[in-house]
């Protein structure tokens, strides 16, 4: 069962890269201009980079402060 990269269907995988990259670049430039979070910054940054489009994704629901 070998498989090379020609067998990868990079027309799916690619647009799913592509988001996930500006998700990434959106939250962590939200993080950066953001005063207070839900939480240390630093494991904000942690759980936005390791967890990539979850943690993007939790950080936008549940990591950022509402502005007053």
């Given at each position: 069962?070998?498989?090379?990269w020609s067998d990868?269907?990079?027309?799916?995988?690619?647009?799913?890269?592509?988001?996930?990259?500006?998700?990434?670049?959106?939250?962590?430039?939200?993080?950066?201009?953001?005063?207070?979070?839900?939480?240390?910054?630093?494991?904000?940054?942690?759980?936005?980079?390791?967890?990539?489009?979850?943690?993007c994704i939790a950080?936008?629901?549940?990591?950022?402060?509402?502005q007053r």
């Open positions: 069962m070998n498989m090379s990868i269907p990079w027309n799916i995988i690619m647009p799913l890269l592509v988001i996930q990259l500006i998700l990434m670049v959106v939250a962590l430039v939200s993080l950066d201009k953001t005063e207070s979070t839900n939480g240390p910054k630093g494991l904000w940054l942690a759980i936005i980079i390791l967890l990539n489009m979850p943690g950080y936008f629901l549940i990591g950022r402060k509402e």
